[in-house]
Every structure is written in C-alpha cells, then in structure tokens.
C-alpha cells in the first residue's frame, strides 16, 4: 500500500507523464483509499510548487507535473465518485476558479468531493469572470457559491464576485465558500466569505455546515 502511494508521489516528483495513468490505475486495483492517493498526489505536486517558488524548478517543470496530474486524477477521481453515496442530492453548488487565474486541478479535488458527498456541482471551469459567477447564481439558483483562487494576484476577484453579489442583491441568496492556496480563515472573513476550506473534504464540511446538514 505504502509502495504504490510512493510510486504515485514519484511520478510527479520525476515528471512521469507516460506512466500516471497506469499507476494511478494499479493503486485503484490494489485498492487505495482514493482519498489517500489523492493527498499523495497533491503532497508531491506541493514540493514542485516550491521548488518553483524558490527557482530550483522551471515553468516546463511544474507544466509536465501538472501532466501527471491531470492523468492521474481523473482515475481517482472516478474511483471517489463510485464510492460516493448516490442519494437525493444535498444541495446545488456553483463552483468555479476566478478570473485570470487557470489552476484546475484543486478545484476539480472540491468538485468530485462534493458532487461525491451528494452535492450536485455545477463547475464552471477556470478563468471565470464575476459576470459568469452572478449569471449563474441568476441562472440555476445555488445554494452555495465556491471559489478557487491560487494566485495572490487573483485572490481579490473572490471578494469582486461577492461585491457583484451585493450589486446584484443576490449576496442573501447564496453562501460564499472559498479556498485555494493563498487564501485562508482570516482573507475569508475580510472579504466577507461565510466559509473557507483549506482543503477539498474541508470545503465539504464548511459546505454541509453552511447548510445545516449533520
Ligand atoms: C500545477 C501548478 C500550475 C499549473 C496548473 C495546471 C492546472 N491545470 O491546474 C500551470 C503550470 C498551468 C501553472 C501556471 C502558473 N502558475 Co502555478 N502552480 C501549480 C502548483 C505547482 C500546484 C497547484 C495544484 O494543482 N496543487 C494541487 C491541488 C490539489 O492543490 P490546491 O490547488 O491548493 O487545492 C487544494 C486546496 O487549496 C483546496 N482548494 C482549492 N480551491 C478551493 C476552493 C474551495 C471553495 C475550497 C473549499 C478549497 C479549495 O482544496 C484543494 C484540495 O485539497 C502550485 C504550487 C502550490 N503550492 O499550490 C503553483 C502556483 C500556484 N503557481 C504559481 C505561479 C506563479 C504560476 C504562474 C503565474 C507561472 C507563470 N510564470 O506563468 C502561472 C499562472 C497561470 C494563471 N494565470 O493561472 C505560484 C503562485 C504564487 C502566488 N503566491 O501567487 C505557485 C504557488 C507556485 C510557486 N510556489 O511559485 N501552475
């Protein structure tokens, strides 16, 4: 068990695109917790992060990384959503990273984990403007609005959507939920959020919190 959560660890530390698809499928045979092969994914993916941020690594780096993550959790992923209980759904949830920013892969960790939990997800994608965010909140009427920022120069677009909400008399409609890594309790409640997740089965937490379910 240890081995193959190493093994998965190692492929984004040594840049194995060709082989994460195969080993994220092995540790899904062998019958990891997805949710432990999913830390370890997101522990390895962190050492790059700063291993960039202090210049050992390049861009090209943390791109072909960011490759073997994209192979690799959509196989975890799948594996969550089937352990997830199906039932009637817990609430709807908007979900999207804000603008100007294109980090996918936390965002799609919330997503699963919520659509997982019995939340229906609504994602947006990345790079979404406030317009987008308002549009929907009008559109499909969610309980929970859910934010990603992992830029500090885009960590304020989450407080944009919510003066939009504001604006648009919607804020009293929709909890605000955000996360992301530079964002944490304190940034949440400046910008006026009603809940901050540090991770994915956090957010899920805040999120069944936020709407009173046990
Ligand atoms: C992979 C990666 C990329 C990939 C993204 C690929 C993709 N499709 O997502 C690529 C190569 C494209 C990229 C580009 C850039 N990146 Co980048 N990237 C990363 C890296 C290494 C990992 C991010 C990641 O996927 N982590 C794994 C996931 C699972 O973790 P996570 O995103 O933090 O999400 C978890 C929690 O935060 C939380 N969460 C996330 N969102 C939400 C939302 C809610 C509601 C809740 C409750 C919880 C929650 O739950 C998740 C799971 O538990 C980080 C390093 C880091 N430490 O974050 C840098 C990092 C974020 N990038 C950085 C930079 C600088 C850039 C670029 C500007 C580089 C450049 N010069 O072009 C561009 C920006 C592009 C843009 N406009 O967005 C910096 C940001 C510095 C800063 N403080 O602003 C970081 C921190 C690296 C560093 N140390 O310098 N990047």
Known sequence: MEDILEELKRAVLEFDVDNAHDIAAKAVQQGVDPLQAAKALTEAIRIVGEKFGSGELFLPDLVC???????????????????????????????GTVFGDIHSIGKGMVSTLLYASGFEVIDLGVNVKSEVFLDAVKKDNPDIVAMSALLTTTANEQKNVIEGLKKAGLRKKVKVIVGGSPINQEFADSIGADGYGATAPEGVKVAKKLLEID
């Open 65 to 95: 990384a960011s490759e073997v993550l994209k192979k690799a959790f959509p196989v975890i992923n799948e594996e969550i959503e089937k352990k997830g209980k199906k039932q009637e759904s817990l609430g709807k949830v908007v979900l």
